[in-house]
């Protein structure tokens, strides 16, 4: 039900001053002013037309009355201008409008007296781009230079609660910390963000952490709401770089960035641990990128989304995707974490849908109807809040949203009054109160979102739940275990299977019996790609239905599918696991995709890759609709330790992405335990956290120790498997791989057969010194290539290179001891042993 009336949010929150002589003789003038309502009331009466009279009356209840009336219409009477108006009233009803306006009159004289003499909160409207609060007025705008350096510290703006202030403080800190770890050439970009806190990501943190304060239980801090927000602006920034790569003419270094950027917000949103607000964003990343591509309804550049070019309709569902689900996330997942019921979740997304869109289609100026579906989105938006009674601790809260929306309100309708006296827009009649509801249903028939079921999130820890020193520290024990010398204790305690005549492919395809049902499965949704049929882009579609029916090998489902046989898993647990198992290799055919871009790959299994074929904008975007579609399939499986792990991977790939464009072509300040741990970001984290999540909806405990060894040995055989695929980058050929040979090599990705040649040790002084001189140089000659390979073979790189790898199968074999022995575990041992073995 929309509002009866909607307060004004300027003087709401003005407190009385003054000393009591002085209110009480305000108070005297006001009484007399009273006294005068009889005698005003038959003048205004007799005197004013009733066109000037409808310019008083509320415009939301107004049009809700008499749907047909427009907001134009209505601005068109306060110009005096008869054009959409009603029909004249009964002498009743310009009775009582006009003691309605008598009494309005009235109680706005008396509020004029009443606050002489103090300040007004009655901001002039500011632009759009900055609704959030008028700089202006900010305190301390001269010192805040001083104290935070850069840009200016709008978190300051004294219209904000108090703790809302203080959380956008230490949102720029925490931002700003980010910015130092990450990669030198992705800091500056970081800091800027921090530094500044504006438009849309500086709205966001906003916005959750006043939903945060509006719904939150007593003594229940705001950081939570904090990192939402944070984890929504990073989210928001890394679109805003994809989409923009056609534009940059950087698109290696925008797609990196937005991957870091992404990965950290997916990060943030599983630290958070609750699963509706998870599910919500990760259908939000998955719906934007099908939006954006081809064919999509936010396909084209923000300036051909206005509402007088593609229609109302078509440019309300782009701002929604560019813009508006954005905020929609952020408030029902606010919302979601302060534990309010379904009907306030709804409320508040709708909230932060209409003030979102509002935002997006005010921008444009010079389009009426923009204007005016702006308008009433913003007044859509105070409708929303409008049945929440907040207590006085979070009656602030309650006041800075409504007076976010209230300023979309005021700057578009100024702009739309001045459109209308032009005379381009003179026939320009507006939207309805039923145009516009209609227009607001289907948009919420078209992006629906899953409902508030939370899960268990019981305490996890270790390197697949943990970013912090003390999982650095163990990724480095892994790593070093795997450089040791020596024997592996343990290694044959699971005996290393014998080949049969047909070879190794024969023998895995064999131990693949035990999970052959669950595997079939997988293939069909794989195969079939149902994730994809609702897609709106035909590109989108096209695109997937290729990658996923080009086949490839599969392995990873079967290697979760295997972890679950082998810890005995239920039937019931089997489903789960299935799921997982599919969405385990839709991630890494995400992955693929991205790397295929910055490595600048022409083929991947022997057919072109996406972006030779869509260019790199769409292949981004694909992608990312990957990525999206993975979380919303993991989520979905409601189970937040397993969420948490793949959350983990995702993070593990932003930063493998960028170690590795780090250090292109460099030999010297790389070790291999660099190496390694770029592998395991890039390579066997996923490996790693998809046999932990096996087990852990297999029913095992998510710290115990099987667990933790089934972690392991995914992090072992996801090791060697890319120390493997360095090795046969030198010795098969492009009809094995899929792709040409040596491919790696030529982007500048040194694997371990060139690390270990390039080693002081390993060949003559002059050899080594040639083989650093044609890294230096990007094997720029005619020959270098060559000539590369033959000084790796000198070396014995491809060698010592199969040596580790053999090295950290036999690692994995020792984690399998915890495991009943079963057909199971028998497939994993040759699971392992065929890491080594293929040839492809």
């Excluded at 003789?25 to 007799?46: E, H």
């Excluded at 009582?96 to 003499?117: H, Q, W």
């Excluded at 202030?165 to 800190?173: M, V």
């Amino acid at each position: 039900m929309l509002p009866q009336h909607l307060p004004h949010p300027g003087t709401s929150c003005l407190r009385p001053c003054g000393i009591r002589r002085r209110i009480q003789r305000r108070l005297l003038k006001v009484g007399a002013l009273l006294l005068l309502t009889p005698v005003v009331t038959p003048l205004m009466l007799a005197f004013l037309p009733w066109e000037v009279q409808l310019q008083f009356a509320a415009p939301w209840t107004l049009q809700q009355q008499h749907p047909t009336i427009t907001s134009v219409g209505h601005m068109r009477c306060k110009q005096q201008m008869p054009f959409g108006c009603a029909s004249q009233p009964s002498l009743l009803g310009k009775t009582l409008g006009a003691a309605t306006i008598g009494v309005a009159s009235l109680a706005v004289a008396a509020v004029a007296l009443a606050s002489k003499g103090r300040p007004r909160l009655d901001y002039p409207p500011p632009p759009v781009a900055a609704l959030a609060w008028p700089r202006w007025l900010s305190w301390y705008w001269v010192v805040r230079r001083k104290l935070f350096g850069g840009a200016e510290a709008v978190a300051l703006d004294p219209s904000l609660p108090t703790s809302v202030r203080w959380e956008l403080i230490q949102a720029r800190r925490e931002l700003r910390g980010r910015a130092d770890g990450a990669p030198r050439s992705f800091r500056r970009m970081l800091r800027e963000i921090s530094d500044t806190l504006e438009e849309v990501p500086a709205l966001l943190v906003t916005v959750s952490v006043l939903t945060g304060d509006l719904l939150r239980k007593p003594r229940v801090p705001l950081g939570q709401f904090r990192k939402l927000g944070q984890a929504q602006a990073l989210l928001f920034t890394a679109g805003q770089l994809h989409l923009g790569i056609l534009e940059g003419g950087e698109g290696n270094m925008r797609l990196l960035g937005g991957d870091f950027l992404y990965a950290e917000g997916q990060w943030m949103l599983a630290e958070l641990g609750n699963l509706p607000t998870i599910k919500t964003i990760s259908a939000m990343i998955r719906d934007i990128s099908d939006g954006a591509s081809s064919g999509g309804s936010a396909a084209g550049s923000s300036a051909e989304s206005y509402v007088g070019l593609v229609g109302p309709k078509a440019a309300l569902f782009a701002a929604f995707l560019k813009v508006g689900t954005y905020f929609a996330s952020v408030t029902s997942g606010a919302a979601w974490i302060a534990g309010a019921p379904p009907a306030t979740v709804a409320a508040m997304r709708q909230y932060g849908s209409d003030l979102g869109c509002a935002l997006k289609l005010a921008q444009y100026k010079e389009d009426a109807a923009s204007q005016d579906c702006a308008l009433w989105l913003a007044r859509s938006a105070q409708a929303a809040l409008l049945p929440f009674s907040a207590s006085t601790s979070a009656a602030a809260a309650l006041r800075g949203m409504t007076r976010l929306a209230y300023r979309v309100e005021r700057s578009c309708a100024k702009t739309l009054d001045g459109l209308l006296k032009q005379s381009s827009t003179a026939n320009y009649k507006g939207l309805s109160f039923g145009e516009f509801e209609e227009l607001r249903l289907s948009l919420d028939e078209q992006y629906v979102y899953p409902d508030g079921d939370e899960g268990e999130a019981p305490p996890v820890s270790g390197l697949g739940f943990s970013r912090n020193v003390d999982a650095d520290g163990e990724l480095e024990r892994l790593i070093a275990t795997g450089l040791g010398s020596g024997p592996v204790p343990g290694a044959k305690a699971v005996p290393a299977p014998k080949w049969p005549e047909e070879g190794p492919k024969a023998a895995l395809e064999g131990s693949l019996v035990c999970i052959g049902k669950e595997l079939m499965k997988v293939n069909k949704i794989l195969n079939s790609t149902p994730f994809a049929e609702n897609a709106e882009s035909e590109l989108v579609r096209k695109a997937i239905g290729r990658l996923f029916g080009s086949g490839g090998k599969r392995l990873r489902p079967a290697l979760v599918l295997l972890i679950a046989r082998a810890l005995g898993a239920p039937d019931a647990s089997l489903e789960r696991v299935t799921g997982l198992a599919a969405s385990i290799e839709v991630l890494h055919s995400a992955s693929l995709v991205h790397d295929d871009i910055l490595d600048g790959a022409d083929k991947r299994r022997g057919e072109e890759t996406t972006h030779i074929e869509h260019g790199e904008r769409a292949a981004t975007l694909v992608g990312d609709f990957l990525f999206g579609t993975a979380s919303c399939l993991v989520a979905d499986l409601g189970n937040l330790p397993t969420v948490l792990l793949i959350s983990k991977v995702v993070a593990d790939f932003g930063r493998g992405e960028l170690a590795q464009s780090a250090v292109r072509f460099e030999a010297i300040d790389y070790s291999l335990e660099d190496y390694l741990a770029k592998s395991f970001y890039k390579t066997a984290s996923l490996l790693a956290a998809a046999c932990h999540a096996a087990a852990v909806l297999s029913g095992v405990p998510p710290c115990s120790q099987k667990a933790q060894s089934c972690y392991r040995f995914g992090a072992y055989v996801g090791l060697a498997f890319q120390v493997v695929d360095d090795v046969l980058d030198f010795t098969s050929t492009e009809e094995e791989l899929g792709k040409p040979a040596l491919a790696d090599l030529k982007e500048g990705n040194l694997g371990a057969p060139v690390l270990y040649a390039a080693q002081k040790q390993a060949l003559g002084t002059d050899a080594r010194e040639e083989l650093l001189s044609i890294l230096e140089r990007r094997l720029s000659g005619n020959s270098d290539l060559d000539r590369v390979r033959d000084l790796v073979n000198e070396a014995g790189g491809v060698d010592r290179a199969k040596q580790l790898a053999r090295r950290f199968i036999d690692l994995a074999a020792t984690e399998l001891s915890v495991l009943p022995s079963s057909g199971a575990r028998e497939g994993l041992r040759i699971f392992a042993e065929f890491v080594v073995a293929r040839t492809y």
